[in-house]
């Protein structure tokens, strides 16, 4: 994918600034990319290639929060950059269904991994908007977790 579509879909990117980190692939989406996974992509549907960590499957905020509890994250308060931590923010709709998560880096800048294309480099604001709506929720675990970026 190209600056241009990532842009057209996104337009807070152009304003907030961003990287490609990667080439497109289908391999995984957002919420593998959050959980440190490139060999599978994640959504609580039952469909192959999908996979998800707990049952039942549901779309759900809460799902998603338990999911990443399982991976040894619990919620948070804020998107602050904290030694020894890293965290996800998880984006929801206006009906406030999770839509996209982002992995903080130890930059303090977030990674997202944008449905099939490339990994980004981004700021939070960046993805906000209509298409992902707007980060509700920051969870965070041990550094010791850490996951390569």
């Not at 990117?13 to 959050?34: D, F, H, M, V």
């Not at 980004?120 to 709506?133: N, R």
């Amino acid at each position: 994918m190209s600056s241009i579509k990532l842009e057209l879909t996104w337009p807070n990117l152009r304003k907030t600034g961003y990287e490609i980190t990667s080439q497109p692939t289908p391999a995984y989406n957002c919420i593998a990319w959050a959980a440190g996974v490139t060999d599978r992509p994640w959504w609580p549907i039952d469909q192959k290639p999908y996979y998800w960590p707990l049952e039942p499957r549901i779309k759900s905020l809460q799902s998603f929060i338990k999911a990443f509890e399982q991976l040894g994250y619990e919620i948070c308060s804020n998107s602050d950059l904290e030694p020894n931590l890293e965290k996800v923010a998880i984006y929801v709709d206006e009906d406030g269904e999770p839509t996209h998560m982002a992995r903080q880096l130890t930059t303090g800048q977030w990674t997202s991994k944008c449905g099939d294309w490339e990994d980004i480099s981004h700021t939070l604001e960046g993805l906000a908007g209509e298409f992902y709506g707007e980060v509700s929720i920051f969870m965070k675990r041990p550094l010791a977790n850490q996951l390569e970026s």
